[in-house]
């Protein structure tokens, strides 16, 4: 059974920075595609970040320059750093196993249950 847990959020100023980490269990990240996603409450779910079981990563073009996607696969987990914060950032952040095609998201396969970012002004 495959389980994404989420941890690292908190309450931070603007300007800031966060780490959030996915820890994942019954998947193995590097033979898969996985994402990041938020959603403000009342809009729909965005997509962050994804990166490919080949290394190749992707960002939404609010979060370019900014964030950063990453895997560490002894510890089967995947990392979103999050710099330069801005309260627009301000989310609950979902980590997902994705299907990925053509740079695309396709399916999502399985969420995390969030964890949620507030940036102060």
């Known amino acids: 059974q495959v389980q994404l847990v989420e941890s690292g959020g908190g309450l931070v100023q603007a300007g800031g920075s966060l780490r959030l980490s996915c820890a994942a269990s019954?998947?193995?990240?590097?033979?898969?595609?996985m994402g990041w996603y938020r959603q403000v409450p009342g809009k729909q779910r965005e997509l962050v970040a994804t990166?490919?079981?080949?290394?190749?990563?992707n960002y939404g073009d609010s979060v370019k320059g900014r964030f950063t996607i990453s895997g560490d696969n002894a510890k089967n987990t995947v990392y979103l750093q999050m710099n330069s914060l801005k309260p627009e950032d301000t989310a609950d952040y979902y980590c997902?196993?994705?299907?990925?095609?053509?740079?695309?998201?396709?399916?999502?396969?399985?969420w995390g249950q969030g964890t949620q970012v507030t940036v102060s002004s």
């Open positions: 019954g998947v193995i990240i590097n033979l898969r595609s």
């Open positions: 990166i490919t079981s080949a290394g190749s990563t």
């Open positions: 997902a196993e994705v299907l990925v095609c053509d740079l695309k998201v396709r399916t999502v396969i399985k």
